[in-house]
């Protein structure tokens, strides 16, 4: 490996909410560890290796420069996400026009259900479901529609068109969310799976909001498909959003980016975004993205794929061959598990907060599933040195699962 996904970075007291806010956040943060043992964050979905070097780099020869007033985005900040959306994901056509600059893709997704819904009206959201949208849609006045994602014989999450049909069709809903790679599933939708679900919102009239946030982070072996891309009539119906704050760990830069080729949405959603002045891009985020988004962004987003997909085979090995009553569909993307702790909670005649208490208190910092709607799941991080992948696995092992 040319880049360091080995070293274990000391992140406590250093502006790290995944380690910093243990024990302080409750219902939000795990528990902070007993005495003797040390973090493993495992939760917030951030990554615990240092940044691609071109990130820090681009920035402070930035910062050197001593005026950091009003500016516009640089011709480069475009030019790198369309040379970066063309070379990983095969996007032609992208142009300045279709981008615009997003302080998050949560705030993004709301602009966009301001344009396409009212107040009040009905979202189709697939469950499990990430936690931002159940927050940000609730908070906003919209109702969320659940359709049950399902795993088939070989434990694959599919969606439930029938379902999908029947609730599109039903509840007369006209906007979906659809997240791709899935999160916290960590589905890698193939193309026939996005055609039959735009296929579903052409003839219900549905526009769809993309979060694509995850589409750099896919495991060996499969390959992201844009939404836009597997129709004209998607292209025109989706606003789908990216970012390079998952890819190389930038959330707490903030900046996000939004790809919409349909002008009647666009020009609204420039219109909800300007209304309280929210939407203004950091100088220095712009700075990031370009930094990364160079060719050694590119190598280093390959390596951290391979780093990832060996993390993801070893624990689920790890899991299928050690917890008994623990099962877990094998991620395509992402970086996170989804753990159905069901069978082992039933055999053990306990609850997932048994569970997760348990974890917690020897320093393996796991997620409650329930907040994305598993009723009896952990959502797990696997975005850390293999070293302390492995010793989570031997901590679960020893004080959790086999105790």
């Known amino acids: 490996m040319k880049y360091d996904f080995t070293s274990i970075m000391e992140r406590k007291g250093m502006d790290a909410f995944a380690v910093d806010s243990l024990g302080r ?14 973090v493993i964050p495992m939760w917030v979905a951030d990554m615990n290796f240092p940044a691609c070097p071109t990130i820090p780099q681009a920035i402070m020869n930035r910062v050197k420069e001593p005026h950091y007033g009003y500016f516009e985005p640089r011709k480069e900040y475009y030019d790198s996400i369309i040379r970066w959306q063309e070379t990983r994901n095969g996007v032609t056509g992208l142009k300045k026009e279709h981008i615009r600059y997003e302080n998050g893709v949560l705030g993004g997704v709301i602009s966009a259900l301001n344009v396409f819904c009212s107040k009040g009206d009905k979202v189709l959201v697939h469950s499990p479901t990430y936690i931002g949208f159940t927050k940000s849609l609730s908070n906003n006045g919209y109702h969320i529609v659940h359709s049950q994602l399902v795993q088939d014989d070989a434990g694959i999450w599919r969606m439930n068109f029938a379902d999908m049909e029947q609730k599109l069709k039903e509840e007369r809903i006209h906007a979906a969310i659809f997240c791709s790679p899935h999160n916290p599933c960590g589905r890698v939708w193939e193309r026939w799976e996005i055609e039959q679900f735009m296929e579903l919102c052409k003839k219900y009239d549905v526009f769809v909001v993309s979060d694509e946030i995850w589409s750099d982070i896919i495991l060996t072996g499969h390959k992201h498909i844009p939404t836009q891309s597997v129709s004209e009539d998607a292209r ?168």
């Open 236 to 403: 025109m119906r989706t606003a789908a959003f990216y970012a390079p704050s998952k890819t190389f760990n930038l959330a707490g830069l903030v900046g996000s980016y939004h790809i919409v080729y349909n002008k009647w949405i666009q020009d609204r959603m420039d219109k909800e975004s300007s209304l309280s002045h929210y939407n203004d891009m950091n100088l220095l985020s712009m700075y990031g993205l370009i930094g990364a988004y160079q060719p050694e962004g590119y190598e280093w987003a390959d390596e951290l794929c391979q780093v990832l997909t060996e993390n993801v085979n070893y624990a689920c090995q790890y899991i299928s061959e050690h917890f008994r009553g623990v099962s877990v569909a094998q991620p395509q993307g992402t970086y996170l598990l989804f753990l159905d702790c069901s069978q082992w909670c039933k055999l053990h005649e306990c609850d997932i907060e048994h569970v997760e208490r348990a974890a917690w208190k020897v320093g393996v910092a796991v997620q409650d599933g329930r907040m994305f709607h598993g009723p009896c799941h952990l959502r797990m991080n696997l975005a850390l040195p293999l070293s302390r992948v492995q010793e989570a696995m031997h901590r679960l092992d020893q004080y959790v699962f086999n105790a």
């Open 25 to 38: 956040a409750p219902g939000l943060a795990p528990e902070a560890p007993e005495n003797g043992m040390d």
